[in-house]
């Protein structure tokens, strides 16, 4: 899903790795500051990029919507840094602070002129991105072994037209209630609104 989002939006495919740093791939990941879901939007941020974020819905946790937001976001990164690193290093502290660095780096625009500049947390983010990245790609140099996945290979999507509880859902399609919030963390009290 997120090769194909990238896709759409002429990214580059190793962007893919950012919800690992950001989140270890946990829709339901909250920071200390109250960025949420796979992609940590801040809510300010999510409400920008047009996610619903409000008693019943918190789409900053659905993957696809998260997903499409944080497409748009790095696109609009790139469009100002024109630079990779300078886009990873903006997406974890905001723009504003990769601004100040450059600014204190007497205008220069690499990533390495700017480091000491950066907040501590994004110093580190760059080279954990190229980490994550390394490790995805040669964990069997490694002796690593992924874990199996857990959830269902396959899945389709229920339209509905009224308010439902997710219980309801499992009920009718005789599937494990656990299960269905794991398809959907988006809903933050079972109910689909």
């Not at 829709?27 to 200390?32: H, L, M």
């Not at 100002?80 to 903006?90: C, F, M, N, S």
């Not at 000491?116 to 964990?139: C, S």
């Amino acid at each position: 899903m997120f090769e194909e989002i990238l896709d759409q939006y002429d990214l580059p495919i190793e962007l893919k790795y950012l919800p690992i740093i950001e989140s270890a791939l946990n829709p339901r990941a909250v920071s200390r500051a109250g960025a949420t879901g796979l992609w940590q939007f801040m809510y300010g941020t999510g409400r920008m990029y047009q996610l619903e974020i409000n008693s019943f819905v918190d789409e900053r946790r659905d993957p696809y919507s998260s997903s499409v937001a944080a497409a748009k976001f790095l696109s609009n990164l790139y469009d100002v840094y024109k630079d990779w690193t300078l886009v990873i290093a903006a997406y974890n502290c905001g723009p504003g602070n990769v601004n100040k660095a450059i600014r204190r780096a007497n205008g220069k625009r690499d990533y390495w002129d700017i480091y000491p500049y950066l907040p501590r947390e994004t110093r580190n983010y760059v080279p954990a991105f190229i980490g994550a990245a390394y490790m995805v790609n040669f964990y069997d140099k490694h002796n690593i072994t992924p874990l199996q996945i857990k959830m269902p290979m396959m899945t389709d999507t229920v339209m509905i037209d009224q308010k439902l509880h997710l219980q309801q859902v499992a009920d009718v399609l005789g599937v494990n209630i656990e299960e269905l919030r794991d398809l959907n963390p988006q809903y933050k009290k079972d109910i689909i609104p």
